[in-house]
Nanobody, 121 residues
Framework: QVQLVESGGGLVQPGGSLRLSCAAS????????MGWYRQVPGKERELVAS???????KYAHSAEGRFAISRDNAENTVYLQMNSLKPEDTAVYYC???????????????WGQGTQVTVSS
């Protein structure tokens, strides 16, 4: 069994910063893709940032220059540093990981439970 547990969400004023963390645990063999998505009511979940095993990041246009994704492979953890936050960044942020388990080599996608980020004065 695999779990992804997010932390670090909350209420922040415009222009402020937050750091999200997502720790994967359980019978993990290898973690490949790790990413952060966000979703607001009535809209589809969208990719904010992703990072490969080797550390190569990709960002949505809305996140470029303000957000930074990183990962600690030894701790199976991915982070999202969010700076210069705007009200339109308000959403539930979800962690996603593509990984294989000790049961076999096949890759599966797992999601965290989500953490609320609210940017408001």
């Amino acid at each position: 069994q695999v779990q992804l547990v997010e932390s670090g969400g909350g209420l922040v004023q415009p222009g402020g910063s937050l750091r999200l963390s997502c720790a994967a645990s359980g019978s993990i063999r290898d973690i490949y893709f790790m990413g952060w998505y966000r979703q607001v009511p009535g809209k589809e979940r969208e990719l904010v940032a992703s990072i490969t095993t080797g550390g190569s990041p990709k960002y949505a246009h809305s996140a470029e220059g303000r957000f930074a994704i990183s990962r600690d492979n030894a701790e199976n953890t991915v982070y999202l540093q969010m700076n210069s936050l705007k009200p339109e960044d308000t959403a539930v942020y979800y962690c996603n990981a593509e990984l294989s388990t000790l049961s076999g080599p096949f890759r599966f996608s797992y999601w965290g439970q989500g953490t609320q980020v609210t940017v408001s004065s």
